[in-house]
């Protein structure tokens, strides 16, 4: 009769304990908002969602004014012309604490595409501004990426070009890839982001005329990482 008394004192014991645990952890536990409905370019070419954020002229999407919500593209050989404007004020995520996968709530997401350009953006604190996924032929030019948490993320993909791209102030790498190959990387300004200017796992590329300067990886100061089992990698100094 002791032990059974005992044990159903230990039993409520643990449930008084468990709840008040739950009760505070819940009390402190902010969930992850819902994101805005993206607007989705469909692989017949029609655009979803956006209420008349980008214009349809063949196979060029244009925007017509700033935008916030993410834009996934379904749809292969076509161009995303920003037309100067931007995307712009994501929600608010919290995250503190928490392991933020790499590529987490892109602004421009592109995955098992071929043949895609993304031209003349302003990114400005987007928490990822454009990710690429398993896709070819990928031209990302003339856009300015600022603010953010990480500016592009790149993996599983090949014959893809970073041309001409101002990659600034953002808290983590200005440009990370993974696993890709062919990579053309040039003439970019990558500048002043709180980690590695370029994070290169991986990956067979060529990195040449590029400005890459003031970036604080780990308060190192690193311009370009090469991590992993790298080869055939090209990296020419700028000068000038």
């Given at each position: 009769m002791i032990m059974k008394k005992t044990a159903l004192a230990s039993a409520l014991i643990f449930s008084i304990v468990s709840g008040i645990l739950f009760n505070l952890v819940y009390a402190n536990f902010t969930p992850l908002p819902e994101l805005p409905t993206p607007i989705y370019i469909r692989e017949d070419g029609t655009i979803e969602g956006g209420t008349g954020g980008l214009q349809r002229t063949g196979n060029t999407y244009t925007f017509v004014r700033d935008i916030n919500e993410t834009v996934e593209i379904q749809k292969d050989n076509v161009i995303i012309d920003g037309n100067g404007f931007a995307i712009t004020k994501p929600p608010e995520v919290n995250t503190d604490g928490l392991m933020t996968p790499t590529g987490w709530f892109p602004s421009i997401r592109i995955s098992n595409r071929d043949n895609?350009?993304?031209?003349?953006i302003k990114f400005d604190r987007c928490y990822t501004s454009i990710s690429v996924n398993n896709s070819s032929s990928i031209v990302i030019i003339q856009n300015?990426?600022?603010n953010g948490k990480s500016g592009i993320c790149m993996s599983s993909s090949v014959n893809c070009s970073l041309t001409a791209n101002e990659i600034v102030?953002?808290?983590?790498?200005g440009f990370a890839s993974s696993d890709s190959s062919f990579l053309d990387i040039a003439y970019n300004t990558i500048a002043r982001n709180g980690w590695h200017g370029a994070w290169i796992t991986i990956c067979y590329s060529n990195i040449y005329r590029n400005n890459i300067t003031n970036n604080r990886g780990s308060n190192d100061g690193i311009g370009v990482y090469c991590y992993g089992v790298n080869s055939n990698n090209c990296i020419l100094m700028y000068s000038g």
């Amino acid at each position: 009769m002791i032990m059974k008394k005992t044990a159903l004192a230990s039993a409520l014991i643990f449930s008084i304990v468990s709840g008040i645990l739950f009760n505070l952890v819940y009390a402190n536990f902010t969930p992850l908002p819902e994101l805005p409905t993206p607007i989705y370019i469909r692989e017949d070419g029609t655009i979803e969602g956006g209420t008349g954020g980008l214009q349809r002229t063949g196979n060029t999407y244009t925007f017509v004014r700033d935008i916030n919500e993410t834009v996934e593209i379904q749809k292969d050989n076509v161009i995303i012309d920003g037309n100067g404007f931007a995307i712009t004020k994501p929600p608010e995520v919290n995250t503190d604490g928490l392991m933020t996968p790499t590529g987490w709530f892109p602004s421009i997401r592109i995955s098992n595409r071929d043949n895609v350009t993304i031209r003349n953006i302003k990114f400005d604190r987007c928490y990822t501004s454009i990710s690429v996924n398993n896709s070819s032929s990928i031209v990302i030019i003339q856009n300015l990426i600022r603010n953010g948490k990480s500016g592009i993320c790149m993996s599983s993909s090949v014959n893809c070009s970073l041309t001409a791209n101002e990659i600034v102030d953002n808290s983590y790498s200005g440009f990370a890839s993974s696993d890709s190959s062919f990579l053309d990387i040039a003439y970019n300004t990558i500048a002043r982001n709180g980690w590695h200017g370029a994070w290169i796992t991986i990956c067979y590329s060529n990195i040449y005329r590029n400005n890459i300067t003031n970036n604080r990886g780990s308060n190192d100061g690193i311009g370009v990482y090469c991590y992993g089992v790298n080869s055939n990698n090209c990296i020419l100094m700028y000068s000038g």
